[in-house]
């Protein structure tokens, strides 16, 4: 059974920090591709970050650039997400993906909700 559970999300100030987690389990982690989306009330889900299965090739949107950083640990079956410099803009939940090819991706998390705001 293919699971992918996110975790490390939660209300921040501007200007403040979060990693958010996502631990897999239920397919061989190594060899997939890894993501992360996000979908703010009223918008689209978009592409935040990603990265291929050996890790060599990363993706960021433009919004994120320079403030957000993904990152996978195999032997953990996780990929994370790293968030500085955080904007009220980036609120939204975010969701963490896994598929065999980048940027198709087959398996999704549930989520979980970032807040940032004073």
């Known amino acids: 059974q293919v699971q992918l559970v996110e975790s490390g999300g939660g209300l921040v100030q501007p200007g403040g920090s979060l990693r958010l987690s996502c631990a897999a389990s239920?397919?061989?982690?190594?060899?997939?591709?890894v993501t992360w989306y996000r979908q703010a009330p009223g918008k689209e889900r978009g592409l935040v970050a990603d990265?291929?299965?050996?890790?060599?090739?990363?993706g960021y949107a433009n919004s994120v650039k320079g403030r957000f950083t993904i990152s996978r640990d195999n032997a953990k079956n996780t990929v994370y997400l790293q968030m500085n410099s955080l904007k009220p803009e980036d609120t939204a939940m975010y969701y963490c993906?896994?598929?065999?090819?980048?940027?198709?991706?087959?398996?999704w998390g549930q989520g979980t909700q970032v807040t940032v705001s004073s």
């Open positions: 993906g896994a598929g065999r090819v980048w940027r198709k991706y087959d398996y």
């Open positions: 239920g397919f061989t982690f190594s060899s997939y591709a």
């Open positions: 990265m291929t299965s050996t890790g060599s090739t990363t």
